[in-house]
Every structure is written in C-alpha cells, then in structure tokens.
C-alpha cells in the first residue's frame, strides 16, 4: 500500500491506530490526503476516523482534488467541501438564516474544522457601517495559515446572483478598512441551500466559494 514513492516517506510519520484507519482506502490521490491533513492538523485516530466516514475527500471541488494531484498551489478557499456539513444535534428545521447561524455558532469549532485547516472566530453578526447605514456580516473568520480575513454569508435559499454582490461589498469593506498591509486580500465563503451552478459560471468571483451545506 505504501511503495508509492510519495507516500512511503510521509507514512511513516504516522502510528499504527492511524495505519488501521487507512488501509481501506485504495486511492492513492485520497490517501495522500487523508495522510497529509493527519499529520499537518496533528489528527488523533479519532479525529481522523471521523473525517474519512464523513467523505471528507469526495466532498472536495473536482478543481481541488486536480490542484492536490499535481501540487499545484492550493488557496484557503479550495479546501472548503461541498457540502458543508453542520451539526444539528436537535433537528431544528431550518427557516431562516438566523437559525442557521444559531446552529453553527452552538459548535463554531467543529465548523472551522469543516471550513479547513486553521481558522480562528473574529464574530457573529459583525457590524460595520457603509454611508449611513449598519450592517452584519453572518460570520467573520481568520485564516491563520492564508493569512487572511474570511466573510462568510449564510443563505437558505437556492443561490441567487446576488448574494455575489453582497459578500463582495463587505470583503471590499474588510479589505479597506480591517485588513492590515500585512495580510492577504479577504476571501468569502457563500453558503446556500442550493447552488445554481449554471448561474454561478457567469457571476462567479474567484475570491468566493459558493457551497452548499447539510444539516448532519
């Protein structure tokens, strides 16, 4: 299983409790990456057990899974699976955004982990103020590793084009006004409960992951 000359060296930084959890996987491409985010995100068993039975991997853009095959450079946004699971420990029907949002801040640590690798919480419902007006943003991240911000807009409608222009203003804003020179330009992450990718193709920006999620 590990004579492939990329993974036999990277295997071996890893123990046996996470071997047993591996030797299903025949994919050399999915088990590269099972092995990468074990030992980069310092997985237990467990942690990585449960990573693989929620397909983790499959859930991947296609354009990712092609980015990881031929190390090409990966960004913040390309790791964002889709679906998103969010936990829903008492099977609340969603209805609006607010609930959702309710939902993901009761465990923000098991959605940061969903997102990728190193995000950290800035806010829920952040406001900030354009002309004379307040808004909020749904959620405020920080991705360690990318160093940058992350708006993220919660919707529970099919996609519509523009919700586009609505993450697009406020990272504009983050941009102006938050980012230090410092840190890279914001991304945004545009989760819906349905995506359109027909309309997606010709209102998408490259700066946001349209995704959508289910309720787990």
Same mark, same amino acid.
């Given at each position: 299983?590990?004579?492939?000359?990329?993974?036999?060296?990277?295997?071996?930084?890893?123990?046996?409790?996470?071997?047993?959890?591996?030797?299903?996987?025949?994919?050399?491409?999915?088990?590269?990456?099972?092995?990468?985010?074990?030992?980069?995100?310092?997985?237990?068993?467990?942690?990585?057990?449960?990573?693989?039975?929620?397909?983790?991997?499959?859930?991947?853009?296609?354009?990712?899974?092609?980015?990881?095959?031929? !190390?090409? $450079? *990966? #960004?913040?946004?390309?790791? @964002?699976?889709?679906?998103?699971?969010?936990?829903? &420990? =008492?099977?609340? %029907?969603?209805?609006?955004?607010?609930?959702?949002?309710?939902?993901?801040?009761?465990?923000?640590?098991?959605?940061?982990?969903?997102?990728?690798?190193?995000?950290?919480?800035?806010?829920?419902?952040?406001?900030?103020?354009?002309?004379?007006?307040?808004?909020?943003?749904?959620?405020?991240?920080?991705?360690?590793?990318?160093?940058?911000?992350?708006?993220?807009?919660?919707?529970?409608? !099919?996609? $519509? *084009? #523009?919700?586009?222009?609505? @993450?697009?203003?406020?990272?504009?804003?983050?941009? &102006? =006004?938050?980012? %230090?020179?410092?840190?890279?330009?914001?991304?945004?992450?545009?989760?819906?409960?349905?995506?359109?990718?027909?309309?997606?193709?010709?209102?998408?920006?490259?700066?946001?992951?349209?995704?959508?999620?289910?309720?787990?």
């Amino acid at each position: 299983m590990f004579k492939d000359e990329k993974v036999s060296p990277v295997a071996t930084q890893l123990t046996w409790s996470h071997y047993s959890e591996l030797l299903s996987i025949k994919d050399n491409n999915k088990l590269m990456y099972y092995i990468n985010i074990a030992i980069n995100n310092n997985l237990s068993k467990r942690e990585l057990r449960k990573r693989i039975k929620f397909n983790e991997y499959e859930r991947l853009p296609i354009e990712t899974k092609n980015k990881l095959m031929f !190390e090409d $450079k *990966v #960004e913040a946004k390309d790791l @964002v699976p889709n679906p998103i699971l969010i936990r829903n &420990k =008492n099977n609340i %029907e969603i209805v609006t955004e607010k609930v959702l949002q309710k939902l993901i801040l009761e465990d923000i640590e098991s959605f940061m982990k969903e997102l990728g690798n190193l995000f950290s919480f800035i806010g829920g419902e952040y406001k900030i103020k354009i002309g004379d007006r307040n808004h909020y943003i749904d959620l405020l991240l920080f991705n360690i590793k990318y160093n940058c911000y992350v708006v993220v807009e919660l919707k529970v409608t !099919e996609f $519509k *084009v #523009e919700y586009i222009s609505q @993450v697009q203003k406020y990272m504009n804003y983050i941009d &102006k =006004n938050i980012r %230090e020179v410092s840190n890279n330009n914001t991304i945004g992450i545009l989760i819906c409960k349905r995506e359109n990718k027909f309309v997606i193709e010709y209102c998408s920006d490259e700066r946001i992951a349209v995704r959508e999620y289910e309720l787990v």
